[in-house]
Nanobody, 121 residues
Framework: QVQLVESGGGSVQSGGSLRLSCVAS????????MGWFRQAPGKEREAVAT????????YAADSVKGRFTISQDSAKNTLYLQMNSLKPEDTAMYYC??????????????WGQGTQVTVSS
């Protein structure tokens, strides 16, 4: 059984930083496509960043490029999202997700429960 457990969310002021973590079990995160998504109130869920099973990263949202960094620690089977220079528009529930393939070409089958990020101006 695959489980993804996020942590690291919280409330910060604009310009601050947070690092989200996603501990995976039942799946080898470094061998799968993993990603971060977010959903703000009243908006659709959007992809933020992905990392495939070969370590290639993609930032889906132009608004986070240069500010967010996705990475993983294979020894800890953990996915991270380092978020710097946070803005109020980054406020959302952030979700960790995974696919059972290396390349990000399959369905997002596995989801965490989410961690809330709130950025105040």
């Amino acid at each position: 059984q695959v489980q993804l457990v996020e942590s690291g969310g919280g409330s910060v002021q604009s310009g601050g930083s947070l690092r989200l973590s996603c501990v995976a079990s039942g799946i080898t995160a470094s061998s799968a496509c993993m990603g971060w998504f977010r959903q703000a109130p009243g908006k659709e869920r959007e992809a933020v960043a992905t990392i495939n099973g070969y370590g290639i990263t993609t930032y889906a949202a132009d608004s986070v490029k240069g500010r967010f960094t996705i990475s993983q620690d294979s020894a800890k089977n953990t996915l991270y999202l380092q978020m710097n220079s946070l803005k109020p528009e980054d406020t959302a529930m952030y979700y960790c997700a995974g696919q059972y393939v290396r390349l990000c070409s399959g369905p997002w089958k596995y989801w965490g429960q989410g961690t809330q990020v709130t950025v105040s101006s």
